[in-house]
Structure formats: structure tokens, C-alpha cells
């Protein structure tokens, strides 16, 4: 008899460790779906990618669109008369941030140029970066004391290896004890089941970073998109604008032609 009330307490302790395991899987399922459901903004969504795709870029892309910035063939950009007017913006903070930049500019110049050359573009764009995590907080994280992980781990550990010395102690003589043995094979499978599968899971969603992840699930910006549908000429000489961190030895003024010798 006191078999089968060990085998029957190492399945329950088995149904408890599969317990804690779906319940862990649903929070995961459930940040998963909180992080889908969050809304991104488009520019915070590339922003750390590669220069031609990244929220510079897509700034850059949406003034050229609404007809308030033009680039030149060269990739030299510059308010257009429109982009000169302190009344005009594009309604977003980072494109409105790179229009101020090149409204405080004397010359047209290269989009590169004008990201190392500005001394208030950055901070700019830094706040606006920092104001977009702010209204993307984690959710409340899973608590968990290290005294007590231990020690649940060595509990488990501990019953599972006296579970193993019962079951291989001896031949079980009648039919409880045969029931008893069957039950105590099957309650420590699924415990090796379960500690698996809760391993796996474990690394899975260690060091995860789901804003990240739901950042990267964002697609290429709109305004990169329509400019280069629209305009691909003039998206390859933005593009190209970006690489470049000189204005060149004319500084974007019209070259004087010097006259000939005579005779």
C-alpha cells in the first residue's frame, strides 16, 4: 500500500510540474499577443537599420513627398519654398526635426552631411526615440525567488531519484503493487517529460527581447516605399546623399567659370 500512495503522490506532483508548464506557455502566448497588439510607430519601427531604410531616411523620404524638401541628382537636399516657411511641417517630430536642420542651413548639402554637421537633429531625434519606448512599457515581469527555484529543484530532483529507487527495488508481488509500479513508470516519464520541454522553453525565451522582435515585424516604412514607387530616381539620389558628409569644395553655390586667356 504505501507503493501506490507514493506512486499516486508522484503523479500528482507530475500534474502539478505540467500545470506550472501550460501556465507558463499561456504567458508567453499572451505577451506574445500583448506585443502584436501594440501600436509602432512607423519611423521607431526602422529606426536602427541600415541607412537607406532607416527613420532618417523615411524623415528625409515623407519631406520629399509632401513637396516641402527637393534633391538634386547629386543627392544635395534643401527646402523648397514651401519647406522655407516657418508655418509648413510635415506633422510628425522627427521629419519636422530634419526640415528644422535644413532650414538652418545656408546651402543645399547631402543627407549625410547635414546628420553630422547639425548639432540639434540628434538630440531631437533622440527624444523623440525615447518618448516612443516610454509608451511601450514592458509588462509586469514574472517574479520568481532563487531560494525557492532551488529548492523546488532539488525537490523534484530528490523525489524523481527515490521514485526510481522504489521502481527498481524489488519485483512487485500482486496486483496492487503492479498498479502501483505502472503508475510510478508513468508519473516519472512525464516528469522527465516536463522537464524537457520546460528546459526548451527556458532557453527559448531567454534573453528574449519582444520589443525588438515586434519592431523588426514592422515592414519597410510607407514613405520609402511610396518615393521609391513613385520617384525611383530621386530615392536613389537620397539614398546616395546619405553616404556622403561633404558638401564638396563649391559648398552647393553655382561653380564660377573662369574666363580664358586671350590669344
Given at each position: 500500500m504505501n507503493r501506490l500512495v507514493f506512486a499516486l503522490f508522484l503523479a500528482a506532483v507530475a500534474a502539478l510540474l505540467h500545470a506550472r508548464l501550460a501556465l507558463h506557455r499561456r504567458r508567453e502566448r499572451r505577451l506574445t499577443e500583448w506585443w502584436a497588439a501594440r501600436a509602432v510607430d512607423p519611423y521607431h519601427a526602422v529606426h536602427g537599420r541600415w541607412w537607406p531604410q532607416d527613420d532618417v531616411q523615411a524623415a528625409a523620404a515623407r519631406l520629399v513627398l509632401d513637396g516641402l524638401v527637393s534633391?538634386?541628382?547629386?543627392?544635395n537636399i534643401a527646402p523648397t519654398p514651401a519647406g522655407a516657411d516657418p508655418d509648413r511641417g510635415a506633422g510628425h517630430p522627427?521629419?519636422?526635426a530634419l526640415l528644422a536642420a535644413l532650414r538652418r542651413r545656408t546651402a543645399p548639402a547631402p543627407l549625410g552631411n547635414?546628420?553630422?554637421n547639425d548639432p540639434d537633429f540628434g538630440p531631437a531625434r533622440d527624444a523623440f526615440l525615447a518618448a516612443c519606448r516610454a509608451r511601450l512599457p514592458d509588462p509586469e515581469p514574472e517574479h520568481r525567488s532563487c531560494c525557492l527555484v532551488v529548492l523546488g529543484a532539488a525537490a523534484v530532483v530528490l523525489q524523481m531519484v527515490l521514485g526510481i529507487v522504489v521502481l527498481f527495488d524489488r519485483v512487485p508481488r500482486g496486483a496492487v503493487e503492479w498498479v502501483a509500479a505502472a503508475l510510478t513508470g508513468v508519473a516519472l516519464a512525464a516528469q522527465f517529460v516536463w522537464l524537457v520541454q520546460d528546459d526548451g522553453l527556458r532557453r527559448e525565451n531567454e534573453g528574449r527581447d519582444r520589443l525588438a522582435e515586434r519592431l523588426a515585424a514592422q515592414g519597410p516604412h510607407p514613405a520609402l516605399v511610396e518615393l521609391e514607387a513613385r520617384h525611383p530616381e530621386t530615392a536613389a539620389a537620397l539614398a546616395a546623399?546619405?553616404?556622403?558628409f561633404r558638401r564638396g569644395r563649391h559648398h552647393g553655390r553655382p561653380r564660377r567659370r573662369r574666363a580664358l586667356p586671350a590669344g
Open positions: 534633391v538634386t541628382r547629386r543627392g522627427l521629419p519636422d547635414v546628420l553630422a546623399g546619405r553616404f556622403r
